[in-house]
């Protein structure tokens, strides 16, 4: 009788350093793997309902302020530093890994309009209600030294907007006009004006640096290239935008918050309509800020909420609020895309995860695998109904769910009745009018 | 005079500063000195002309003094404000003067002045005559607005072709499988080991002479880099290049096929006589050539000659013409008595003679001719010269230090170097062929070698026009490239509004697929997981899309079918199980006794003889199509319209006329298969999980399906599909600041397109 026992080579699995990898011998035979839909279901269905475990994007709260956060700047070469300036005309610095306050200026009397940090990130730009823009240094001064502004250009009327040049010691300023302005001087190297009396905001082109997106109170938008002594182009719409954003990564592509309640992205070639309605908000929005990786955006908005939208999306896909968080009144991505921050009017300034379930910090090979698996399951799951129920489900706060009811009634019933017109009058008399046409009035050359 | 060119280029200045935004500090601050300096200027200027009044008059002045000296007396001084005049009106002389002067310059005046001096052509003058005669008013400018509008318009248009530029880099970041933040990231990979270590230095005698010698040479230090010249030779080698090179393979590929052919079907050819001929030509041939080429190239000549020696000892060590073979033999019983037998065997023996003979050549006096014939190549390389040996030691695969090709003397290397570099464009081609161990490569360069003789013959007899041909392309090809970006540039506004159209047609795309909202708000908070399943299965709250005003009719039609249909989640979610066959292996076999050998579904019959498996099946089956069938409902009420009572029945008549037989249902899909049950029954339970509408980025539900059932996990798939499969679509670093898109991304983008077309 022979007796057949098992033998194995031990090359096969005995690994020569203990800093091999251990071999794992498999068999891919489809037969020994039965059930992969079911069993990648099951574990896409685990890895959405942990998603909404974890999703617990409110990071921290910096408070300091003793009136409300009226705009925040980010630094351009520094990820732990922001700025923040508010409604008595303080300015702070924070530092945003320790989340503390590092220096307190007065910058003005009145409201801090605008702020922006020069490129090279060592000095700031502010902007007030004393129709002042002061120059900063960003290191705090001295022992002894007094806190003064390197230097004051008085404005003949106040100032509602600022940005500064991408590259160039430049930078735009907007009232009741757009001015250019060199940093050297004290007069604006080019001013201009087009039948507006005010400015809420100007922002330059990111990419294409030497054009410039200004919103106006007579509800339009207007562009201009710095290099000509005229604007562009200007759409008005329907209602007023308070904040333009440019796409960082796509030159023609820019993003307005409207008081409609509405953003719009616009191909700035084509104003005509716009190529994006991005709905959702409750009421009124103020300002909206672009992923530095371009793919998303984040808007803060009268009622209480941020919302992030991807770019070629109509809804959002995150709205973020607390109990104690008032009205948003200024967003910023944070520049390596991991955060957003917000100020309002509660004098807070908060610091949000721009993923709610992602797990920060360093993650060693395996976690990052485990990770883009879950993530790639869940994309590929996610038009399954029980899948799609828990990964869209968002608490929102009472006041803000019932709004968005009657909103929904009330654009319903605006549908239904001019269904009806449309229904009871000559064929043709009542065109169609897209939701991307609604909004646009006109297009002014 | 001076101070007013001074004053000129100061305004000058002032013109570019203003005209110019961006100017740059320094720029500004030589401006403010040279505004002071001005200012210092003025003053000397004033105290200048103060003193070229001077001449004007004495009384002039002591007027002017005596003024001011009454005003002095008056208390308070005021202060003289520094104010700047006007003084070109005075000091020049081409310049019109503010003050009038004689009065306006009519144009008439000018052509009188026209006339006289001869320098001015007559067609210029003839020109301002008729401008002269005309009557005609110039149209008045157009408005204010309508002028701005129009700037207003270039300018935009200006803007947005400048912007459109970008479509290349915007459209492939959207059709990109990953993207990579920060965009300029340093490349990933293994980096050569000089960069990384600096610190190393060669220390023994030994690294220090190979290091020498290796950079004498201009040999790389690592094993994989390439020398400078390799380099070079790999940048020059473009894509046109690379092309004709492909071709030229390509074509010396199916040459040799058809040489190997005809060879073959030679070599095919068993006529004797015929071979003979053909080896009597050869030599023939040979011998002619074998005195010159004693002259031309006496390397190639040594080689014949020992060629020749080996047939001859070859010849030696056989018998073939000793006139010992069969032939011989019969032949010499002839020869008595045939002339030409006789002569053959003549022959034969003249042929023994011939390739016996030794031949006078300069090889050492080796006797032995087996010791001979295993030296003969040995000595073959002892008679050659240097030169020829040197490629092959040269060469040493196994050792990398001795890449490449090494001269004996540095220094001559170093002397050549700088013809060799000028040359290197034409000539590293060469090198290649000769350096390279391919055969297609060797093929290549002979091809090469040849053209380019050819080439020299007709650039011979042409005079040069090669040349001139070669450069004639260039500048047709670089002609050819602006065209084509003219050709861009035209094109660039239908582009736009191409693109336009694709961003229109991609909007309303996507437009319907994301009416349906992201996110669903509600009052609940979850907290654990538990809560996740208390979530409310069908999204009640939210309307549901609003029906389309004018939905076609057979949209309609077919809404009811699909809704039956919709996706079965047998389709979609299970794959046809597949039975696993494990074979019950016994560890220990008992191959001596030959009964065990019973096959495997034999002992499971064996094991199973009890179960009657089919007739259960049938069973089962008879019993659901039962189910189905329709059946007779009995609707009969006992005492309705009729006594009613124990033991007492309804009538008959209405016991017929109160049953209902239900309609027949429609046949059974598994009828006619008799080894399956299908149920058609839906099954609601199923349903909650199932997708009822196909989703956006898909076409049809096979599609949909497919991408369903292909596993992503590494139980189904390899590693590295693993890796691919759930390479995510973003990928930032962590801690890293994400500028904005630069110019320099146009520029990869541009280099890209051009390298894939």
């Not at chain 2, 600096?198 to 201009?218: C, D, H, M, Y």
């Not at chain 2, 060799?420 to 034409?426: L, P, V």
């Not at chain 2, 066959?581 to 094991?607: C, H, M, N, W, Y």
């Amino acid at each position: 009788m022979k007796v057949k026992v098992l033998s194995r080579n031990p090359d096969d699995y005995v690994r020569e350093t203990k800093h091999d990898i251990q071999r794992v011998p498999r068999n891919y035979d489809p037969s020994l793997h039965p059930f992969e839909v079911s069993r990648e279901y099951t574990r896409a269905l685990n890895a959405t309902k942990l998603e909404r475990v974890f999703a617990k994007p409110f990071l921290a709260s910096l408070d300091g302020h003793r009136d409300g956060v009226n705009c925040l700047a980010k630094h351009p070469r520094s990820l732990s530093t922001l700025l923040s300036g508010s409604c008595d005309g303080e300015v702070k610095v924070w530092n945003l890994t320790k989340h503390e306050c590092v220096r307190t200026l007065q910058a003005h009397e009145g409201f801090v309009r605008g702020m922006v940090v020069r490129y090279c990130g060592s000095s700031f730009f502010t902007i007030g209600d004393d129709k002042t823009i002061k120059h900063w240094k960003m290191e705090a001064p001295g022992y002894g030294e007094e806190e003064e502004p390197l230097n004051t250009i008085l404005g003949k009327a106040v100032f509602t907007g600022l940005d500064h040049h991408q590259k160039s010691a430049v930078f735009a300023t907007c009232g009741h006009q757009v001015d250019i302005w060199d940093e050297q001087r004290s007069t604006p190297i080019r001013s201009f004006t087009w039948g507006v009396d005010s400015f809420s905001s100007v922002r330059f082109n990111p990419v294409e640096t030497e054009l410039l997106g200004s919103c106006a109170s007579d509800r339009s938008i207007v562009l201009y290239d710095m290099r000509e002594s005229t604007p562009l182009k200007k759409v008005i719409m329907t209602m007023r935008t308070n904040t333009i954003s440019w796409n960082p990564m796509e030159a023609y592509y820019f993003t307005c918050a409207n008081e409609d309640y509405n953003l719009y992205t616009y191909d700035m070639r084509y104003l005509e309509n716009p190529v994006k309605v991005h709905v959702d908000h409750v009421s009124a929005v103020l300002d909206v800020d672009y992923s530095p990786t371009g793919r998303e955006f984040v808007s803060a908005s009268f009622d209480k909420t941020i919302r992030i939208f991807p770019k070629d999306s109509a809804s959002s896909r995150e709205v973020y609020h607390t109990k104690r968080m008032q009205h948003v009144i200024c967003v910023k991505w944070s520049a390596d895309s991991k955060y957003i921050l917000s100020g309002s009017d509660e004098m807070n300034i908060r610091l949000w995860k721009a993923n709610a379930a992602e797990k920060l910090g360093v993650l060693s090979p395996r976690e990052k695998q485990a990770i883009h698996y879950s993530q790639k399951l869940k994309e590929k799951f996610q038009h399954h109904p029980q899948i799609k129920r828990i990964a869209r489900h968002r608490h929102l706060p009472k006041v803000i769910h019932h709004q968005r009811k009657e909103l929904r009634v009330m654009k319903e019933a605006r549908r239904r009745k001019e269904m009806n017109v449309r229904k009871h009058s000559k064929p043709g008399s009542v065109p169609v009018v897209s939701e991307k046409e609604k909004h646009v009035v006109s297009v002014v050359k | 005079m001076a101070k007013v060119s001074k004053k000129n280029s100061h305004k000058k200045k002032l013109m570019v500063s203003c005209g110019d935004p961006a100017i740059s500090e320094g720029d500004q601050q030589l401006l403010y000195e040279d505004e002071e300096e001005e200012q210092g200027g003025m003053d000397r200027a004033e105290e200048e002309t103060m003193s070229s009044e001077e001449d004007e008059g004495e009384d002039e002045r002591k007027r002017q003094k005596l003024l001011e000296g009454i005003r002095s007396l008056g208390g308070k001084r005021k202060k003289a404000l520094g104010e700047r005049s006007e003084a070109a009106g005075q000091m020049s002389e081409f310049s019109v003067n503010p003050d009038g002067g004689p009065g306006k310059v009519q144009l008439s005046d000018l052509i009188g002045s026209l006339e006289k001096t001869p320098a001015v052509p007559a067609k210029s003058k003839k020109q301002l005559k008729n401008l002269q005669r005309s009557k005609k008013t110039i149209e008045s400018p157009l408005s204010k607005q309508e002028t701005e509008r129009i700037q207003r318009d270039m300018a935009f248009q200006k803007a947005a072709s400048e912007v459109s530029r970008w479509d290349g880099v915007i459209t492939q970041n959207q059709r990109a499988e990953q993207l990579l933040f920060p965009l300029n990231r340093d490349p990933a990979g293994p980096r050569p080991v000089e960069r990384l270590v600096v610190g190393w230095k060669a220390r023994t005698p030994l690294e220090q002479e190979i290091f020498a010698l290796l950079s004498a040479n201009k040999q790389p230090l690592i094993d994989p880099i390439l020398t400078p010249a390799e380099e070079a030779s790999v940048k020059a080698m473009s894509l046109e290049e690379a092309k004709i090179r492909r071709a030229e393979l390509q074509k010396a590929r199916a040459l040799q096929s058809y040489y190997e052919a005809k060879a073959r079907r030679e070599r095919k050819i068993k006529s004797k006589k015929y071979h003979k001929v053909q080896n009597k030509a050869k030599r023939k041939e040979f011998l002619k050539h074998f005195e010159e080429m004693v002259q031309m190239d006496p390397a190639v000549a040594l080689q014949e000659l020992n060629k020749m020696e080996l047939a001859r000892m070859q010849e030696r060590m056989t018998l073939k013409h000793q006139n010992s073979s069969k032939w011989a033999k019969s032949k010499a019983i002839m020869a008595k008595y045939d002339e030409e037998a006789r002569k053959a065997m003549q022959q034969q023996l003249e042929m023994n003679k011939e390739l016996t003979q030794r031949l006078i050549t300069p090889l050492n006096d080796d006797d032995d001719e087996e010791e001979e014939k295993e030296e003969a190549a040995a000595d073959e390389a002892d008679m050659l010269p240097d030169f020829v040996n040197d490629a092959v030691d040269g060469r040493d695969a196994s050792n990398p230090w001795m890449k490449g090709k090494l001269s004996a003397e540095p220094a001559q290397q170093q002397l050549s170097d700088a013809l060799t570099e000028a040359a290197q464009a034409s000539v590293s081609e060469e090198e290649e062929c000769q350096a390279g161990e391919t055969e297609e490569e060797a093929l290549l360069g002979e091809f090469n070698s040849r053209r380019k003789l050819h080439q020299a013959q007709e650039s011979d007899a042409a005079g040069g026009v090669l040349p001139e041909e070669v450069t004639e392309d260039r500048a047709a090809a670089v002609e050819s490239e602006a065209s084509d970006s003219d050709d861009s540039c035209l094109l660039e506004s239908p582009s736009i509004s191409r693109g336009r159209e694709n961003v229109l047609k991609e909007t309303k795309a996507t437009d319907h697929s994301e009416r349906s909202a992201l996110l669903e708000e509600r009052l609940m908070r979850i907290r654990t997981v538990e809560d996740l399943e208390l979530l409310p299965h069908e999204p009640s709250d939210e309307p549901s899309q609003p029906p389309t005003t004018k939905a076609p009719p057979s949209e309609e039609k077919h809404l009811g079918k699909r809704k039956k249909k919709g996706i079965e989640l047998k389709e979609v979610l299970t794959k046809e199980t597949k039975l696993i066959k494990v074979p019950f292996t016994p560890t220990v076999t008992d191959s001596e006794d030959p009964e065990a050998k019973i096959d495997q579904r034999g002992l499971i019959k064996e094991a199973f003889a009890g179960d009657d498996v089919i007739s259960d099946f049938l069973k089962d089956k008879r019993r659901k199509e039962d189910e189905g069938k329709s059946k007779v409902i009995d609707l009969t009420l006992p005492g309705w319209g009729d006594w009613g009572g124990v033991g007492l029945k309804p009538p008959k008549r209405k016991r017929r006329r109160f049953r209902v037989k239900s309609a027949p249902p429609p046949p059974r899909k598994d009828q006619h298969l008799p080894s399956v049950i299908i149920s058609e029954k839906r099954n609601t339970s199923v349903s909650l999980h199932q997708v009822h509408s196909l989703p956006f980025p898909f076409e049809n539900h096979a599609q949909f399906e497919s991408c369903i059932r292909s596993p992503l996990g590494r139980a189904w798939n390899t590693e590295r599909t693993v890796k691919k499969v759930t390479k995510p679509r973003v990928v930032t670093q962590l801690g890293a600041i994400i500028d904005p898109m630069a110019e320099e991304e146009l520029l990869k983008n541009n280099k890209k397109v051009v390298a894939s077309s």
